[in-house]
């Protein structure tokens, strides 16, 4: 009979970690990290497949830690683990969490540098001695051809979120610090998905890897109460957005839509109508995002409007609901965005707006995760349309959203809304770019 490991003392996580890890309300392991803390001890190399939210960050972490505490002395220059991610909000999510983990420890200073800070301070941080690196291939690359960074003592690579550098073109970039490397070194992947992409590069960068694979239908389900809205065309969804909004149970939530354009439109409009309303996309600078990040965790921020690649690894206890105002293309899209509630022991709700030409896509989701999504209805606000079972809208699940933009007209037809402020839509087209 099996014996079902319940502690992280139990992994052989470093016992002063676990008092850490106890001080910071963390006494259970996720199923994650039950399964890659083992592997990663024996000093295997790893590609797991797991979302986020799942407690990744940990899985990796803390036996990197442990190996640290057992032997805290080696010689020569930079850091003993090197974690890179693809994002600044990220890097300094796993910034946070290394430094949470390790408190108190001989040889565990961390070091973060991401793209968009001044590289006088990275430059001063990089001259002092430290154990862990964080950081974002682009700035970890250009300081390493600038001779700032060596890997003289590296014991451990850990790609965090392969999948989203790849889409972001860094490569090249993980390919490059790679090389820079001993080839005696634990490398480490995680990922949401296993694309041919990420599976080509773990084939270069791994050697001999366990997989893990974290079942998507499994994850989380409990924690976020997942709901679908029928729509008939972009007013409604704004009407509906409103009265979701009002409601005393949502703390903080995140809109999501499929453009840059629509973001800051729609995030105008919420703080014409008096809410605390801010948009986050690509187009914004590394500045600008910081303030609308720091404005979304002290609550000055009730509600992010944003778009995907800028929302990914936001990790903010507040967070009560996700709101797909635009459903997205990709279903694994869709569980990065409910992702984003639901976090660290907490629930939350994530609902989305589903017109006429959306039901392939959310048949699509549904697949993906392995369950139907319950749909449930507004008083007085019911969509016209209701789907029937098997019922894919006329299109396939790359086809486009219904709605386009705010103030527009309902388009007619299939098409959703139009553009801003008019326009028919014929077509349902968003307008502006994604990002």
């Known amino acids: 009979m099996t014996t079902v490991t319940t502690t992280f003392a ?5 016992a002063h970690i676990v008092t850490n890890l106890t001080d910071l309300g963390l006494t259970q392991p996720t199923p994650v990290q039950a399964q890659a803390i083992p ?22 972490l803390l036996p990197g830690l442990t190996r640290m505490a057992d032997a805290p002395d080696s010689e020569g220059r930079g ?30 200073r ?13 430059n001063r941080e990089l001259s002092k001695p430290y154990d862990i690196l964080v950081a974002t291939p682009g700035r970890l690359l250009d300081q390493m051809n600038n001779g700032r960074v060596r890997f003289d003592r590296l ?11 790849l889409d972001l073109g860094f490569a090249d970039d993980m390919r490059a610090i790679a090389e820079a490397m001993p080839q005696e070194r634990q490398t480490v992947c995680f990922t949401a998905t296993l694309s041919p992409s990420v599976v080509r590069l773990a084939g270069d960068l791994l050697t001999n890897p366990k997989t893990l694979e974290v079942a998507q239908q499994d994850t989380r389900r409990d924690a976020i109460d997942q709901q679908v809205i029928y729509v008939d065309h972009v007013d409604h969804k704004r009407e509906l957005l409103s009265h979701l909004l009002a409601d005393a149970s949502v703390n903080q939530a995140i809109v999501f839509t499929s453009t840059k354009r629509d973001a800051d439109q729609l995030a105008a409009e919420l703080e014409d109508a008096g809410e605390a309303a801010g948009a986050l996309h690509g187009d914004l600078n590394q500045r600008q995002r910081t303030r609308m990040l720091e404005a979304l965790r002290r ?24 709101i797909n ?12 965005r409910i992702g984003r509630t639901g976090r660290a022991g907490a629930t939350g709700t994530a609902i989305s707006f589903v017109s006429r030409r959306d039901v392939g896509v959310l048949r699509s989701i549904e697949h993906y995760v392995g369950d139907k999504v319950r749909v449930t209805e507004v008083a007085g606000m019911e969509a016209r349309f209701k789907p029937q079972e098997g019922d894919r809208g006329g299109m396939g699940p790359r086809g486009r959203s219904g709605g386009g933009g705010y103030r527009g007209g309902n388009g007619g037809g299939n098409g959703g809304g139009g553009g801003y402020r008019g326009g028919n839509g014929g077509n349902g087209g968003n307008g502006g770019n994604g990002g």
């Not at 139990?10 to 470093?14: E, F, K, M, S, Y």
């Not at 961390?110 to 990275?122: H, K, R």
């Not at 014991?155 to 550098?165: F, G, T, W, Y």
Request: charged share 20%; aromatic share 4%; hydrophobic share 45%.
């Open 10 to 14: 139990d992994l052989g996580v470093n």
């Open 39 to 60: 592997m990663l001890l024996e000093g295997h190399d790893l590609i797991a497949k797991a979302p986020t939210g799942t407690g990744k960050t940990a899985a990796f």
């Open 79 to 108: 850091p003993r683990i090197l974690v890179l991610a693809p994002t600044r909000e990220l890097a300094q999510q796993v910034t946070k969490a290394a430094v949470g983990f390790g408190r108190g420890m001989r040889g565990a």
């Open 110 to 122: 961390v070091v973060c540098i991401t793209g968009g800070e001044p590289y006088p301070i990275q």
């Open 155 to 165: 014991d451990m690579l850990v790609l965090d979120e392969a999948d989203r550098m």
């Open 299 to 322: 609550g000055r921020c009730r509600v992010l409007v944003a778009t995907d690649v800028a929302a990914r690894g936001i990790d903010v206890a507040g967070i009560t609901h996700v």
């Open 325 to 336: 105002f635009d459903l997205p293309r990709q279903a694994e899209d869709y569980v990065h």
